[in-house]
């Protein structure tokens, strides 16, 4: 089969991880020991989360004495696409994928009258107290908002309406070549009216992203691993259960947090209406189970398509 996989930036760096270089590089060794075994029987497109990863790089832009200005987001997008594809490409042959293997910095078109750059709901960077989040949106002009118990940045996730590299992705999946790309959701580029591209402020789900790339790619699954082992109903209640199977119509139905469980429910919902193929969502660390549907949640397309 044709898999797009999208990997959690948290899951990547845990929530409640020291942002160094040797704990990402563990965690993605993790993941690519779990990833290996589908690339044996199918064609993997990776894409993957950034959150983590950029607001720590624009954290340290920001404190920079040496810069005139703070690097702007998608500046900072491509350099994690960088960074975590090619620790990806690297521990997946650690991990024995004997197939080639490339990380492809990847541009999204997005639309800059989009609603969402009016109200931002990106996590991104390290989660604070709230008097240490407050603090540092009045010191650094950041919002912020509650993500669980912690507080964190948030930014601007306008909707993707197109990847520009997509036939070179379509190319190198064609020739079984395993590609990592999407990374953050993509560099977010606006278009003009001649196709000349400029770089804007925001960081694009990598979720939407991915369901995106699988429906241009004509993928037969997409999955969405991260750090929670399903989608939970009634999530934080007494009530809370995991969801194994559900329709996509009464996923697209249910409320889940804008910036967390959201995304990946609304990716997938829309991938399985669209397509009439099955998601899930589920643990990075079992790829495997969530793709057999032993573990996580399946999306299931709605029961007209059928």
Not at 36 to 55: E, V
Not at 114 to 131: N, V
Not at 285 to 303: C, E, I, K, N, Q
């Amino acid at each position: 089969m044709r898999l797009v996989i999208a990997l959690g930036g948290n899951a990547l760096l845990e929530r409640r991880d020291k942002p160094d270089a040797e704990v990402q590089r563990e965690h993605v060794r993790r993941a690519a020991l779990s990833l290996a075994p589908l690339a044996a029987d199918h064609q993997l497109i990776l894409c993957h989360g950034n959150g983590p990863q950029i607001g720590l790089l624009a954290r340290e832009s920001a404190a920079d004495p040496a810069l005139s200005r703070p690097y702007p987001l998608d500046m900072l997008g491509a350099q994690t696409q960088g960074m975590i594809g090619y620790l990806l490409v690297r521990e997946l042959a650690n991990a024995g994928v004997d197939k080639p293997a490339v990380a492809l910095v990847t541009q999204t078109v997005v639309d800059p009258g989009d609603d969402a750059f009016a109200a931002p709901t990106k996590f991104i960077g390290p989660g604070y107290s709230r008097e240490q989040a407050e603090e540092a949106a009045k010191r650094l002009g950041w919002i912020v908002a509650p993500d669980g118990e912690r507080w964190r940045q948030v930014v601007p996730s306008p909707e993707p309406l197109r990847i520009v590299e997509e036939e070179t992705i379509r190319a190198l999946v064609d020739r079984d070549v395993v590609v990592v790309c999407g990374g953050g959701g993509g560099v977010p580029v606006a278009e003009d009216d001649i196709g000349r591209l400029t770089g804007v402020e925001a960081v694009v789900d990598k979720d939407m992203t991915a369901a995106r790339l699988a429906l241009t790619l004509g993928a037969d699954r997409l999955l969405v691993l991260t750090d929670v082992p399903a989608i939970i109903r009634g999530y934080g209640t007494p009530e809370a259960e995991p969801i194994r199977v559900i329709d996509a119509d009464a996923l697209a139905e249910m409320p889940f947090p804008d910036g967390s469980m959201g995304p990946k429910a609304e990716a997938c919902a829309w991938f399985a209406q669209t397509t009439g193929r099955p998601a899930a969502v589920g643990a990075l660390t079992d790829a495997a189970g969530v793709l057999a549907g032993r573990t996580g949640t399946t999306v299931t397309p709605p029961t007209a398509r059928r």
